[in-house]
C-alpha cells in the first residue's frame, strides 16, 4: 500500500488523538473510496443524459408510439 501525508487543522489532530482505538487510516480510506465512488457515478449520470439529449427525435413520444402498436395489434 501507498502512504499519504494530509493536513489537518490543529484542533482536529486533538480531537483524533483522543480517540485511540479509532482506526483513522481505514475511516480516510472509506471515504476517498466513497468521493471516487461519487464522482464515478456522477460522471456516468451526465454521460446517460448527453445520451438521452443526443437520442431525441423532435416530436417524437414513447408513449405515442406505445399507444400505436398497441392500437395496431388491436386492429389485426
Known amino acids: 500500500m501507498a502512504n499519504v501525508t494530509i493536513t489537518l487543522p490543529e484542533e482536529l489532530k486533538r480531537e483524533m488523538n483522543k480517540r485511540k482505538g479509532t482506526n ?19 460522471k456516468a449520470a451526465e454521460g446517460i443524459d448527453r445520451l438521452r439529449a443526443s437520442g431525441k427525435a423532435p416530436g417524437w413520444s ?15
Open 24 to 42: 483513522w487510516s481505514e475511516i480516510a480510506r472509506k471515504a476517498f473510496e466513497e468521493a471516487i465512488r461519487e464522482e464515478e457515478m456522477s
Open 62 to 76: 414513447g408513449a405515442k408510439e406505445i399507444r400505436k402498436w398497441r392500437d395496431a395489434s388491436k386492429s389485426s
